[in-house]
């Protein structure tokens, strides 16, 4: 009865030339975003029930792996529902215990408090190619920035981060969810409708104007509203400073409808684009796209992604989300974060063959069978010796097929070799 | 009806502090330990609960953490017992994902493998102060080389890395369970019996040898085997020498009992000690312990554990596990590998206020309200200049009472400040 040798379903085992990257990778996301100030902290990988379920996850909360009660707390014979059964569950992103670790430890921590976090997190998604039900995100937020120096700083760091990495020529989609609320009101859409009518339009990138239009029609939104989204769409389409147009739109619709009023927002989401452009490190795009939505409802204002070069999907996103922490405190304090696709990064350095800058230099010391325990000692204390200077050295006993064993220690990176035969 | 800000019973949230900390060790024991060939993988945090409860976990078995099954898989109007709800679990230990990984991959690896694993796991103890439910542990592991090379190298390059951190003057204590197997065979105890009495004689360093011969009394051990032991190590704490003196014994006792001997074993350890000893880079003391077992009864070789000075209990242990690999494939592969406790030093070093070498400069600019946005621009390139040249620059809003603002961000490290204001 032999064990079983596979990671549970949708899980990875991570073999040593993708885990040097990924160490690589996070030793440079950490170095990078704490030279912004941000500051790495931790959360435990299983939260309380209640929290993951509090609607702060969207579909996320469909997703979870639920973590069995234990001892007396587990009454299998009168257990009627899951609830019965769990009472934690393996944490769906990092958002959510953020939130709950700053309505904590707020007296602790610096305001505003810029948080990063790098860690696992579990989705019991269908399992399917290049997606892993244990994946690592990777987070930068502030709380207690209520200004758009926060949305500002997060964009700054994180251009500069994708530069490090060896990205350029990307794009920073941002909207405002207030926009688009005043968009939607704008098009006839009563208040009650907004997230549905979002649902639709985040779909716009994939089935096109006309795609969004009929589905709208198909949802039951009134004729009105969907050729006064076309509309809309083909002025911005045709603007050469879809910001600008919008803004003129929307002033003229705010006349007849308050709720179409984004003027502020408008100028907020300029200054944001203005000040990241300025103050940028690195070549890339930063982009008002009025059909960004994002999935979470969470948002409460400035939203983005990123897209790197050629990519079908993001890589990656945030917004703020002011009344989160309330949840937890009764107190709302604004907060702002953005994810990195930690994954889609790895996918693509490891595709494009991306190779390490600055390896340490890497020798292995082959010993042939017989060598003295005299002769071994010295061989280790020079493998010391190479180490103090900053080498790694591997001392490992000669394979009777020595050209294969180099081969396949060249894979893992070692390239230079010394012999010791005994004598 | 607000949100629950704890984090779930016996688990913490990391706090910045701890956590630079926590980077900075694990950084460290990742450069040390590759730079002696050892490579990072990483395997799920969740488990297969066939291999979880495969008896190679011992007591751990009792405490480990079951998901619940989803879907379909999930019948719970039928369900009877736990098996029913729950095919997998988080990890207790990091030994078991690698030898599941080994034999998962094995056609991949170089040969030997040395792996090298930092990383949660988590365990259903009873809370208690300093004792958490999910917890880092830090293994090494060395898959497929049989002879002493192997513990030699892991004790090496430990000992290595306690003397980077800052530790010196520890102990390494060392045995052999089959030593300890021809140690009870010489004392009349049945081959039976033997895990019985090395779990009693494990306590020795807390109920002494007395209270140690009355608990074998009492468990049954007969008065006979109860002297022998007392004879035994009375000799052996007169010795200058345990390891000759124990040799010296057991060579007497296996002219009558073939199963007390054990001087190959014996040979084998000290070749290890003397190998350890005349190639170590720090100074700490490698000690033969007959009385040293080790929990886990997939040992089979040479174990070992790592008393740090003033340190009440073990901070790390390890030995040789050869027939663990063939539950997975069937076939035994030599492995031996040696845990540090990470958890324990992250303790001692706080405690001791310890200071991280080589910190990056911390500057700290407070930005007066009104800014410009203008001057902002000059500001962040000011910081975005600072740190390409290697410093770690924040830039924050000038807090009203800016005296205790500084003295927080001093607490957060940030030893320089720059002050803007508007004009």
Same mark, same amino acid.
């Given at each position: 009865m032999a064990l079983n040798k *596979?990671?549970?379903?949708g899980m990875k085992d991570i073999l040593p030339r993708e885990m040097i990257l990924r160490d690589y990778l996070i030793g440079l996301i950490k170095t990078t975003y704490e030279s912004f100030g941000y500051t790495p902290i931790e959360t435990p990988v299983v939260e309380s029930l209640g929290n993951l379920l509090s609607k702060q996850g969207g579909d996320n909360e469909k997703l979870i792996f639920k973590v069995l009660k234990r001892g007396e707390k587990l009454k299998l014979e009168s257990a009627k529902t899951e609830d019965d059964l769990a009472d934690s569950g393996l944490r769906y992103d990092l958002t959510v215990p953020l939130v709950r670790y700053f309505a904590a430890h707020a007296a602790e921590l610096p305001k505003p408090f810029k948080a990063l976090q790098v860690g696992p997190v579990f989705r019991a998604d269908r399992p399917q190619r290049g997606r892993f039900r244990e994946f690592y995100q990777c987070d930068i937020d502030i709380l207690g920035e209520g200004t758009n120096a926060a949305e500002t700083d997060l964009l700054l760091a994180t251009s500069t981060l994708l530069g490090k990495v060896g990205f350029s020529g990307f794009i920073l989609h941002i909207n405002d969810r207030r926009i688009l609320k005043a968009m939607a009101a704008a098009c006839c859409v009563e208040e009650k409708d907004y997230d549905k009518a979002f649902i639709i339009l985040d779909k716009m990138d994939k089935i096109g104007l006309d795609g969004v239009l009929r589905e709208m029609q198909e949802s039951g939104f009134s004729v009105l509203t969907a050729e006064a989204f076309r509309s809309l769409f083909s002025s911005l389409n045709e603007a050469e400073d879809k910001l600008a147009s919008l803004e003129a739109i929307l002033r003229e619709k705010a006349k007849e409808n308050p709720l179409a009023k984004a003027a502020d927002e408008i100028a907020n989401l300029r200054r944001i684009m203005d000040s990241v452009r300025a103050a940028a490190t690195v070549d890339f795009e930063i982009r008002f796209d009025p059909t960004l939505v994002r999935g979470? *409802? %969470? %948002?409460t204002g400035p939203i983005f992604e990123i897209e790197l070069a050629g990519?079908?999907? $993001? $890589?990656g996103g945030g917004g703020r989300y002011d009344e989160m922490v309330g949840k937890f405190t009764g107190q709302n304090v604004p907060a702002c974060g953005i994810s990195i696709g930690f994954e889609r990064m790895i996918t693509i350095l490891l595709e494009n063959g991306y190779e390490l800058p600055e390896a340490r230099k890497k020798r292995a010391f082959l010993v042939e069978k017989g060598v003295t325990e005299e002769e071994m000692t010295m061989i280790r204390k020079e493998a010391a010796a190479a180490r103090m200077a900053g080498e790694d050295v591997l001392v490992t006993a000669m394979n009777k097929n020595k050209k294969f064993q180099k081969e396949q220690l060249s894979k893992e990176g070692w390239t230079e070799f010394k012999e010791f035969f005994a004598k």
């Open positions: *596979n990671p549970v379903t979470m *409802n %969470y %948002y990519l079908g999907s $993001a $890589a």
